[in-house]
């Protein structure tokens, strides 16, 4: 197997700008795929946010759906398995109740 190296300055930025859109893009298009905004048939949604945020983005797309319905049901709340990071609290009430390290 062969490494190709690029050692100009300017394509290597080029790449990584590519290589940045790509990755935006796709996890544009693995969210939307997963509200069914791509397409209504859920075998598809599925296949096409797997391959989005899986296959491209090296992502789970199944950790990704578990937790992203109850963000969107309670978005930014205590019932926001977003928001409970163990580190940071994002409300008054956790804050206050916070120990350990996220507490100091
Ligand atoms: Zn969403």
Do not use: C
Request: net charge positive; no cysteine; proline share 3%.
């Amino acid at each position: 197997m062969r490494l190709i190296v690029v050692n100009d300055l300017r394509l290597q930025l080029v790449a990584i700008t590519l290589a940045v859109y790509a990755g935006v893009q796709s996890s544009a298009i693995a969210h939307e795929a997963g509200h069914g905004a791509v397409t209504r048939n859920s075998l598809w949604k599925s296949w096409v946010g797997r391959f989005f945020m899986s296959f491209v983005m090296g992502a789970s797309y199944s950790a990704w759906t578990e937790r992203h319905g109850p963000h969107h049901r309670h978005p930014n709340s205590r019932k926001d398995p977003n928001v409970h990071s163990g580190l940071f609290s994002f409300n008054e009430i956790d804050a206050v109740a916070a120990k350990g390290l996220a507490g100091w």
